[in-house]
């Protein structure tokens, strides 16, 4: 059985945490990335989830997004993030927002029992829409 957190956040994401821009960047780099879906922490139950309370699940997909060209769907578990684990859906927001858009975004997620790994370019965040903020701590490094 699994209930929703009902904190659905658009992943879109916000690039609160700082990135360094190369001089001469082009101008969709210097406003935050976007993938285009909805994401939540659902809870899930079972010992087949090794000790995990929720996985970072995504809830919808925009059409016309990187998320949609990189055929991302609804009930997919994101596990991880650029090679960093999916921690939770502020874990995630953070994982991402350290890129810039333009920059190549590969996800590994979970469909049908099945590991999964997907890349996608990150498109600009749209002009007036309305982001989420968060505090992210600076990224480990690799």
Do not use: Q
């Amino acid at each position: 059985m699994r209930r929703s957190t009902r904190r659905a956040l658009l992943l879109a994401i916000m690039a609160v945490c700082a990135v360094a821009l190369a001089p001469g960047a082009p101008a969709h780099a210097l406003r935050p990335a976007w993938l285009g879906v909805y994401i939540d922490d659902v809870e899930f139950g079972g010992v087949a989830d090794a000790g995990r309370a929720t996985r970072v699940t995504i809830t919808a997909v925009e059409p016309d997004t990187p998320a949609s060209a990189a055929g991302l769907k609804w009930g997919d578990v994101i596990v991880e993030a650029d090679r960093h684990p999916a921690i939770d859906v502020d874990n995630v927001v953070c994982i991402i927002s350290a890129k810039p858009a333009g920059s190549l975004l590969t996800l590994t997620i979970l469909r049908d029992g099945h590991l999964i790994a997907v890349s996608t370019v990150l498109a600009a965040w749209p002009e007036g829409r309305l982001r989420a903020t968060r505090h992210c701590p600076p990224p480990l490094s690799s």
